[in-house]
C-alpha cells in the first residue's frame, strides 16, 4: 500500500513538473499559433539564474526567505526572456507559423549551447533548502519533500492561471483570442499584447519549472530543458492545445502512468506507454481530451 | 468553429529553372553537365594531396580529411531526402532521425551482434528501416500539420528511449556500440581504406540525388509539389493525398535508413546521439540553409552544416579565439551556439537559403555590370 502511495506522489510530482512546462507551451501555441522549441530554453534560464542567484545575490541564498528570493529572481529571469523571445523574435513573423517554429528551433540551439559555454556542459549541485532533502510520512509512505514541494507549486499556479483567465479582462481577451483570434482583432483589440503576456506567464511558469525541478535532481545542467521539452510536449497534444486544465489533466494521466509502468514493468517502459496514449489519443481524438481542433 | 489552425505550411520561392534564366556566357549549353563534373571532380578529388591549411586539419587524402568528407556527403544526402518531404511535399516531420538511426543501429547489431555478412545486414536493415517508414508512416499521416510533427517526434522518441535503455543487451545503451569489423570485406576497414568509404559516401549521395529528382520531375513529383501548396486542391481532382504522402515518407525513410548504414561504416559503430530529437532540428536547420525544395540547396546546406559543426570547434579552441575576451570566446567555441545564430539570420534575411543567393544577388550584380 505505501509504495502505491508514493508512486502516486512522486508520479504526481512528476507531473507537475510536466503541468509548469505544458501550461506555458500550451496557451502560446493556443493563442499565437507558435510550437515553441525554446521552451526548454525558459527553464534552462530559470534554473540557473535561481543557482547563480543562491550564490551571488545579496539576501538570496539556498535556505529559507533567501531560497524564496533566489527563486523569484529565477522565475523573473525566465519570464524577462521570454518576453524579449516575443518582442524581439517572433513578433516580426507573425501569422508566419513555419519561420517561428524555425527561429524557436534555432533559438533552443544557440540557447542551450550558450548556457554550456558560459557554466559548462557538466551538471552542478543545485543549492536547496535542507528540509526538501528530507522525507515525510504520509500514510505510511515516504515522500520527499521536494516532490510535494513540486505537487503544490503546480496546484497553486494551476489556481492562479484558471483564477487570471476567469476573472480578469486580460485573461477574457487570451481565452477569446485562444478560441477565435480574428473575431478579438476585428473587435478592436490588440491581440498581440495578449501574445506578450502569454509568453511571460509561459516563462515564468517554465522557470519556475526549472529552478523546482533542479531541487528535485538536485543538479542543474543545461540540457536539462530539452528532455522535459518532449514530454510536456506530449502533455499539451493529450490535453489539447490552448486548454490550461485540459494540460493538467493530462499532465496527471502522464505522470502516473509514466511512474507506475517504470516500477511494475521494465525501468523505460512507462516512456513508451506515454507514447503509445498519445498515439492512441490523436488517433481517437485529434483534438485531445479538452482542445479544440488542432489542424483543418 | 471552422477556424483553420494549422500552420499553413507556405510554399518556399519556387526555384526557377535553369532552362528559363537566360544565358550570358558560352558555357550555357554545359550547364547540364555541371553536376556529372561536380561528381568527377568529387571522385578523384582524394588522388589530390594538396593542402589547405584552416580548412582542413591535413592534405585533401589524409584519412581525417576523407572522413570528415565522407560525414559532410552523407549528411548531404541525408538533407536531400529530408527536403523530399520538407520542401517538396510540405510535410513537417520531426521524426526523420529515427529512420537514420535505424539504419545505424539496424547494420551495426545485425553485422556485431548476429554476426551478418555486410551486404546481408544492409540488405536486411534497408528493407526493415522502409517497412517501418511504411507502418509507422501509415499511423502518423492519419494527422496533418503540427500534429503530425508531434506524432512523428514521439514515435522518434521510442527509438531514442529503446536504445538508450538497451532493452535485450542489443544496443550497448549510453555507449553505443563499436562495429565488429572481423567478418566486413577488407576493403572497408582500416584507416588506410578510408578513402574507400568517402567513394561510399558520394556514391550514396549520388544515388539519392538521382532518386529525389527522378521523384520530383516525375508525375508523383507534380502531385507531391501540389500536396505542398493546396491539399485540399489535390483531394478536389480525385487523387488521394495520403497515398502520395505516404509514399514520399517511405521513400525518404528509406533513403535514410540507406544512409544511416553508410554512417555506420564510416564512423565504425552507432551512439545514441544520432536518434536524438535534435538529429532532426539539424536536418531541417540545414534543409532550410540551403534552401528548401530547390535542386541543389538542402545538398549544400547539409554538406557545410556538417563541415561547420565539424570544424568549428577546431576554430572554437584556436588561440584566435581564445585571446578573445570571455564573454566572446566561450559562446564561439560552441557549435551550435554559432549555426543556432547564423539559422536565426537565415530564416530572416535569406528565406530562401543559400540557394536563392544568386537570384537575390541578380539586381546588384545588373547594377554593377550596368556601370
Redesign the interface.
Known sequence: MSTVILLTLTGLGLAALYFLVASGLSLVFGLADVLNFAHGLFLGVGAYATWWAAGNLPGAGSDGLGFLVAVAFGVLAGSAVAVLVELVLIRPLYSRTIEQVLVTVGLSLAGVALLQATWGADARPFPRPEWTRDVTSVLGAQVPNAGLLLIVAAAVVLGALLAFLRFTRYGLIIRAGVENREMVTALGIDVRKAFTLVFAIGGAAAALAGALGSVYFGTVSPGQGGSLLIFAFIVVVIGGMGSVVGSAYAAVAVGLLQQFVNYYGTSGLGDLCVVGLLAVVLLLRPQGLAGKVAHA | ?T????????APPAAVPDELTPGHSRWHGLRPYAPLVALVVAAILPYSTVNLPGVFEGPLNSPGTLQLLAICLVFGGLAAGYDLLFGRTGM?SFGHALYFAAGVYGTDVLVTRAGLPLWQAALLTITGGTILAALLGA?AL??????F???T???A??GA??V??D?GGLTGGEEGLPLDVSGLPAALVGVTNTVNLYWLALAYLAVVVLVVHRVSGSPTGRVLAGLRDDERRIGVLGLDPYRFKLVAFTLAGGLATAGGTVYCLIVGGASPHVTS??LT??L??MV?LGGPGTRWGPVLGGVLYMYLDHRLTAFGTSDAVNSLPAFLS??L?????V???V??LA??FF?GGLASLRTRLTPLTTALRRR
Not at chain 2, 492519419?142 to 500534429?147: K, S
Request: aromatic share 10%.
Open positions: 468553429m477556424e483553420v489552425k494549422s500552420p499553413e505550411v507556405p513537417l499511423v492519419r494527422t496533418v500539420g503540427i500534429a510533427a508531434m506524432v517526434l514521439a514515435f522518441q521510442v528511449i529503446l538508450a535503455r532493452f530529437s535534435e532540428l539539424s531541417l536547420v532550410v566561450h559562446p567555441s560552441q557549435p551550435l551556439f549555426l543556432g545564430t539559422f536565426i530564416v530572416y528565406p
